[in-house]
């Protein structure tokens, strides 16, 4: 059993930045890439940023330069430091890790809850 944890999101005008967390927690041995995605109503899913466990980023071009994507490894933790939010930012995020469980024999992807992030004019 995993579970993904993710906090930090919530209302703030344009401009202004949010900080999301997510924490992975369970039978992990290991961990390779986690990400962030998001998701409108009617829309589909889509990747804002990304991390490998060596530190490698991957980024959607709409938040280059503002959002920045991180991770502490020791923690099974990544964050995502969002600046200069814009109101088209509005969405719920969600957390993604391919995980490695200890009686597993591959990765599997795991999602957190989601949590909403909301950007006012």
């Known amino acids: 059993q995993v579970q993904l944890v993710e906090s930090g999101g919530g209302l703030v005008q344009a401009g202004g930045s949010l900080r999301l967390s997510c924490a992975a927690s369970?039978?992990?041995?290991?961990?390779?890439?986690m990400g962030w995605y998001r998701q409108a109503p009617g829309k589909q899913r889509e990747l804002v940023a990304a991390?490998?466990?060596?530190?490698?980023?991957d980024y959607a071009d709409s938040v280059k330069g503002r959002f920045t994507i991180s991770r502490d490894n020791a923690k099974n933790t990544v964050y995502l430091q969002m600046n200069s939010l814009k109101p088209e930012d509005t969405d719920v995020y969600y957390c993604?890790?391919?995980?490695?469980?200890?009686?597993?024999?591959?990765?599997?992807?795991?999602w957190g809850q989601g949590t909403q992030v909301t950007v006012s004019s």
């Open positions: 993604k890790a391919g995980v490695k469980e200890y009686r597993g024999s591959y990765y599997r992807d795991y």
């Open positions: 991390a490998t466990s060596a530190g490698y980023t």
């Open positions: 369970g039978s992990i041995f290991s961990i390779n890439a």
